[in-house]
């Protein structure tokens, strides 16, 4: 997409956004934003997201949907991207270098490649879009040393169609029996039915929210996260393009 504003720079920017202020596990997302420079000082502007392929539409299958695994794609451009009636947040990086642009044109293809085959995870709990945003972030800026996303499953904002479950959950005094109870309500609406997708390593292995290291301990990557942790982010990322048109 082309811009027709300028950014005084000669360097490619990358930017992680979200949308939705509030810690609401409904109506947020998180996509990333790549700018590149045009000769005549304009730029185009990529932005990618990662969706699941399928979509629920009764309670039963929002329920779900929820804690099953799906076929993820990603989407260029992202759709979220002109949904300016909602609040949203950036956080444009330093210029990227050289290899680091060689990096991520490289990250992104292997993911293309694999979103085409049907062997991308997408998992609302687990491999959802903002634990993908954070892996890029990662592969580019090892050393940030900062979870955009990363929140406690007891600080989210719970749609009204599970709130009920919910409601019980974070009332269990005993922290085992919280646990405990969690993890049944995943097992029953469907934590352990996953599919066998091929991993980054071209490994053949059947992939479920069950077997999610962050699902277990409680926490989940929720893009409205970034609009809280702003100024933390802003104290480690050293970029001139913090206040610029991205």
Known sequence: ??????????????AP???NPNLSARDTHSWIEIAIPLEDGTFNLLSIGKFTKVF???????LQFIYRTYQGILTIVDPNKFHHSRSRIAVPFPPLAKDQFIQLMGALRQDLLRAQKEDFVFQVQGDNCARWVQ??????????????????????????FIMPFIWIQRN????SVKNAFRMSLGLFLGA?????????????????????????K??????????????TVKQRVSSPFLNSPL
Do not use: C
């Open 56 to 62: 629920p539409i009764t309670t039963w299958e929002q």
């Open 218 to 231: 409680g926490t989940l990557e929720l893009p409205a996260k970034l609009f809280e942790i702003l100024e």
């Open 1 to 14: 997409m082309r811009q027709i504003f300028k950014l005084a720079t000669p360097y490619l920017l990358f």
């Open 135 to 160: 892996k890029m972030v990662n592969i580019l800026f090892p050393n940030l040393g900062i979870e955009l996303f990363s929140m406690s499953h007891d600080d989210i904002i719970i749609p009204f």
């Open 192 to 216: 352990l039915e996953g599919q066998e997708f091929t991993n980054e390593t071209g490994e053949k292995v059947f992939t479920r929210l069950y077997d999610d290291v962050n699902w277990n």
């Open 17 to 19: 956004r979200a949308l």
């Open 172 to 175: 269990i005094p005993i922290e």
